[in-house]
């Protein structure tokens, strides 16, 4: 006993959208790679990109570019720039708020004697 089965369109249709998903989801699990860098394909002299997987293996379209592609490819963050200009002088702050009170300071050793002072003039009561 045997099974067939009628290829209509609308089977076509629901295989072919079964198969962007299956792809769609493996790209999404392993585009970018491990080292965070993007493959992709562009098309010369029109610019449409795809993005690739280059460790599928070499048989799989998703794995290379065609020759009528180049193939590109860059990382989700870039190499820092060089540091840029200083800027202008801003504004001065607002004045903070007052400190707590520091400890007292310990006292002090005692100063010497001042030296004598002249005579002073006697007042007599008359």
Known sequence: M???VRLTR???VILVAVAGLVSAGVAYATIPDGN???TACMLKNVG???LIDPSLPAANPMAH???LETQVSWSQQ???GPTGPA???GQPGKDGLNG???RDGTNGTNGTNGTDGKDGLSVTNA
Do not use: A
Request: proline share 8%; hydrophobic share 20%; aromatic share 4%.
């Open 2 to 4: 045997s099974v067939r």
């Open 10 to 12: 609308k089977r076509v």
């Open 36 to 38: 965070k860098v993007f």
């Open 48 to 50: 449409t990109v795809r």
């Open 65 to 67: 570019c065609t020759s």
């Open 78 to 80: 870039g190499q820092p």
């Open 87 to 89: 800027g202008p002088q």
């Open 100 to 102: 707590t009170d520091g």
